[in-house]
């Protein structure tokens, strides 16, 4: 069989283009699958594991890189000195309000706890400080590239956890200190960590089928890209 193909010079052009734009969608969205599956594979690790019962055990999983997002924990301590605790205001579990970051310490470690308040454009009130034995999970600060709102912390109005760190950073707000690498999502009236369900977020991941639409559309142009070439004379085999 003798092929015979004359590209046209400018449709060739564009389709090399457009491949290039469409091959690299298809890429992004790859890579993408690769970091989502992962991360999910991260929680549910994290997840089903047994219970943390102190603050050096989170640091300690920190240290040797296990995955700690949404881990169950159990801890007594105190809850530290705080006049205002700093106010997040976001939707939890299908209600809007305040959820409460106040510094929460065990032995030489703070972090804080958050403490989610129903509220009708009412300003919450101080949680009081004291001892205190509190269930939750265990919750890593992701920094929020894009945020969708700003923060006012002149307002003591914020909008994620931390969210400010290069001017307006939670750390320097709690005496001695706080480990801002994690939080404590704390769950009302509850003390066992044994009693909390697994949890596991709502992370939808569909990077499979964008992939491959992107990928789809690259074949469909090359298809096209040769059936122009055989109408026009210009790829000839026989």
Request: net charge neutral; hydrophobic share 40%; aromatic share 12%.
């Amino acid at each position: 069989m003798k092929l015979s193909f004359k590209p046209d010079p400018l449709l060739t052009g564009i389709t090399i283009i457009m491949l290039g734009i469409l091959i690299s969608l298809g890429t992004w969205q790859y890579q993408r699958l690769k970091w989502k599956t992962a991360l999910l594979d991260e929680i549910e690790t994290a997840a089903i594991s047994d219970p943390l019962t102190s603050l050096k055990g989170v640091q300690d999983a920190l240290a040797n890189k296990e995955p700690i997002d949404y881990r169950r924990i159990e801890l007594s301590g105190m809850l530290s000195d705080f006049d205002n605790p700093l106010r997040v205001y976001q939707a939890h579990d299908g209600h809007i309000g305040w959820r409460l970051f106040m510094p929460f310490r065990q032995g030489d470690i703070s972090v804080f706890g958050a403490f989610f308040v129903i509220e009708d454009n009412i300003k919450p009130n101080p949680i009081a400080s004291r001892e205190i034995d509190i269930a939750g999970y265990v919750r890593t600060a992701r920094p929020d590239i894009k945020p969708r709102y700003e923060s006012t912390p002149d307002e003591n109005r914020w909008f994620g956890f931390n969210p400010m760190p290069d001017t307006d950073e939670w750390n320097d707000l709690v005496l001695g200190g706080a480990d801002t690498r994690f939080y404590i999502d704390v769950v009302e009236n509850e003390t066992s960590a044994a009693n909390l369900p697994i949890k596991r977020p709502k992370i939808r991941n569909s990077h499979f089928e964008y992939m491959l639409t992107w990928f789809s559309f690259a074949l469909i142009l090359s298809i096209i890209y040769f059936i122009l070439h055989k109408k026009n004379g210009r790829l000839k085999w026989s």
